[in-house]
């Protein structure tokens, strides 16, 4: 049974970075062929797909985000993470890892992260 686990600051200020990372359990990052997301849901809004790394460390973003996001990872750990730049009020959101790309199968529980001064 893979399990996933969101972990990081619950509060940033503006302009910051907001850094997130995903612990991974029950099965390796680096396996042929899963891909590893993270994805945010605003207070009463969608789900957003912010961007993945791939098995074999490549990485993939979304257009709209692409610009302020960064996702690494560290195989010796099993975890991978997120890098969000000069972050607003409007990255206020809960934030997913997940296993998958365009359908996910397995997922973190979340953790909510606040942008407020």
């Known amino acids: 049974q893979v399990q996933l686990q969101e972990s990081g600051p619950g509060l940033v200020k503006p302009s910051q970075t907001l850094s997130l990372t995903c612990t991974v359990s029950?099965?390796?990052?680096?396996?042929?062929?899963?891909?590893w997301s993270w994805i945010r849901q605003p207070p009463g809004k969608g789900l957003e797909w912010m961007g993945a790394?791939?098995?074999?460390?490549?990485?993939y973003y979304s257009p709209s985000l692409k610009s302020r996001t960064s996702i690494s990872r560290d195989t010796s750990k099993n975890q991978f993470t997120l890098q969000l730049s000069s972050v607003t009020a409007e990255d206020t959101a809960v934030y997913y890892c997940?296993?998958?790309?365009?359908?996910?199968?397995?997922w973190g529980k979340g953790t909510l992260v606040t942008v407020s001064s």
């Open positions: 997940a296993r998958g790309w365009d359908g996910m199968d397995y």
């Open positions: 029950g099965g390796s990052i680096t396996t042929d062929y899963y891909y």
């Open positions: 790394i791939d098995y074999s460390g490549s990485t």
